[in-house]
Nanobody, 125 residues
Framework: QSQLVESGGGLVQPGESLRLSCDASGFSLEYYGIAWFRQVPGREREGVACISSSDGSTYYGDSVKGRFTISRNNALKEMYLQMNSLQPEDTAVYYC??????????????????WGQGTQVTVSS
């Protein structure tokens, strides 16, 4: 059974860093475009970052460019989101996602078939 499981969320103060991890089981992550999304109650799920399976190209949402970095370790079937200079507006539930239908990744949630259960990130002083 294909499954994604996030970890690493928590409570941090503004300006601090946090690293999220996502473990994939049941499929070979290297053939999948992968992404991180986040969602605040009452708002649509927002694309944060993604990596394409074809050439490893990365894309970031405007609100996180220069602060967040997405990466992957295909051998370990893991993906990561390094988040630096966190701000209160980054508070959300963060989800990892994967799909193999597209050579170039996207930040549209409808393009992804597999999802993790989410991990809460709270940035507050």
């Amino acid at each position: 059974q294909s499954q994604l499981v996030e970890s690493g969320g928590g409570l941090v103060q503004p300006g601090e860093s946090l690293r999220l991890s996502c473990d994939a089981s049941g499929f070979s992550l290297e053939y999948y475009g992968i992404a991180w999304f986040r969602q605040v109650p009452g708002r649509e799920r927002e694309g944060v970052a993604c990596i394409s399976s074809s050439d490893g190209s990365t894309y970031y949402g405007d609100s996180v460019k220069g602060r967040f970095t997405i990466s992957r370790n295909n051998a370990l079937k893991e993906m990561y989101l390094q988040m630096n200079s966190l701000q209160p507006e980054d508070t959300a539930v963060y989800y990892c996602a994967a799909d193999q239908r597209f050579r170039v990744c996207s930040l549209w949630s409808s393009d992804y078939k597999f999802w993790g259960q989410g991990t809460q990130v709270t940035v507050s002083s």
